[in-house]
């Protein structure tokens, strides 16, 4: 089986083919420059430069992977959640070519995609625990089947990717032209400094529930630097980067761990952005794998947003029997749902 994915739910516009065992033969990423001078997203630039970038994208991925439209099973496009501008460019290029080469349209949950990153390159039977820790969502899942999952805890204000991007951004770290993303230029402070330095909050650590919080450790960071002199914070940037990142994967490992326990399942899943973290891999992976279990997580670049993903978790409902009618709608606030497909 062969499946085109069409991503385009943020600011990247990406198609990818994956063949049997979700082996990736084409993995196109487009990511927008735009964004750069206003400090996050404006979502009238994204989707214009979706309607940009879009068809190219995949011709490229086509081309890349030597085949043409009639040779895939079935094509495969974000649904939501995201934005809806963006969403719609990806979903209506999946449908003219769904209906130009008379192929199955498969809807994906974005999630579901970042879920389905770890099969690429792994070989990984359910049940097993997805820690999936993105600029949108932080959400430990008990993916008791693939196509059927559980929520087990989520953050109840930022996303962890979110904290990376709001601290690098308070911090002044963000680039006036290139990437926005937060989280890399941290994490490569952070090499460099004493993750003991600063002693920044661990939220709901004592807390029963599997859930986090990552609002109040960005006031905390917040606080800390407002006193300092320019010279001051120069100086200690990097400790305050790895403590910031410290206290983030304290947060993430000590909940997976708690998870581990209460569920019995030792194999666990990294997924999203965050996922790319050397620390956070690093050090989840010791904890895991002191307790007997096993971690996985998938190469950087399908960790931020790829369609290889979007392919993987099309190519599995297609496998089961389902696709989705030409009248499927973006649902930029759609909800991962126990029962997925
Ligand atoms: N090395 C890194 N360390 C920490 N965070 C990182 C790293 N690399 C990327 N990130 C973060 O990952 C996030 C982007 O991940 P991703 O593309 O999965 O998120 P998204 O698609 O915007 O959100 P969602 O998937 O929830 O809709 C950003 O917040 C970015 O700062
Ligand atoms: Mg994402």
């Known amino acids: 089986m062969l499946v085109l994915g069409i991503e385009t739910s943020c600011d990247e516009t990406a198609a990818a083919l994956v063949g049997d065992a979700y082996a990736p033969l084409a993995n196109i990423i487009s990511s927008q420059a735009e964004h750069a001078l206003f400090g996050g997203v404006v979502p009238e630039l994204a989707s214009r430069a979706h309607l940009r970038t879009a068809v190219p994208v995949v011709r490229a991925a086509l081309a890349a992977a030597g085949v043409g439209l009639a040779q895939v099973d079935g094509i495969a496009v974000t649904r939501g ?34 879920i389905f990153s770890n099969l690429i390159e792994h070989t990984l039977a359910p049940p097993f625990l997805t820690l999936l820790v993105s ?82 450790l960005k006031t905390a960071v917040l606080n800390y630097v407002r006193p300092l002199s320019a010279e001051q914070r120069q100086a200690q940037l990097p400790d305050i980067a790895a403590s910031f990142q410290e206290a983030v994967v304290d947060a993430l490992v000590g909940k997976t761990l708690r998870a581990m326990e209460r569920t019995g399942i030792a194999t666990v899943a990294l997924a999203g952005g965050v996922a790319a973290n050397r620390r956070l891999r690093a050090r989840l992976e010791e904890a895991v794998g002191t307790r007997g279990g096993q971690l996985f997580y998938p190469s950087p670049v399908l960790c931020t947003d790829n369609a290889a993903m979007i392919a993987a978790a099309g190519l599995f409902h297609l496998s089961q029997g389902r696709s989705s009618g030409l009248d499927l709608d973006a649902a930029p606030r759609l909800s991962l749902s126990p029962t997925h497909g």
Do not use: C, W
């Open 135 to 216: 600029g949108g969502h932080t959400e430990l899942l008990r993916v008791a089947e693939l196509g059927r999952y559980e929520r087990l805890g989520r953050t109840r204000d930022d996303a962890a990717g979110e904290a990376f991007d709001k601290v690098a951004k308070l911090l002044g770290l963000l680039p006036e032209s290139g990437s926005v993303m937060g989280g890399r230029i941290i994490a490569e402070l952070a090499a460099t400094g004493n993750p003991r330095a600063i002693g920044f909050p661990r939220a709901l650590e004592r807390d029963q529930s599997l859930d986090f919080s990552f609002s109040g």
């Open 81 to 114: 959640p995201g934005l809806v501008g963006s969403l719609i460019v990806g979903l209506s290029l999946a449908k003219a070519l769904a209906l130009a080469a008379g192929k199955p349209l498969i809807g994906v949950h974005h999630l579901e995609g970042h």
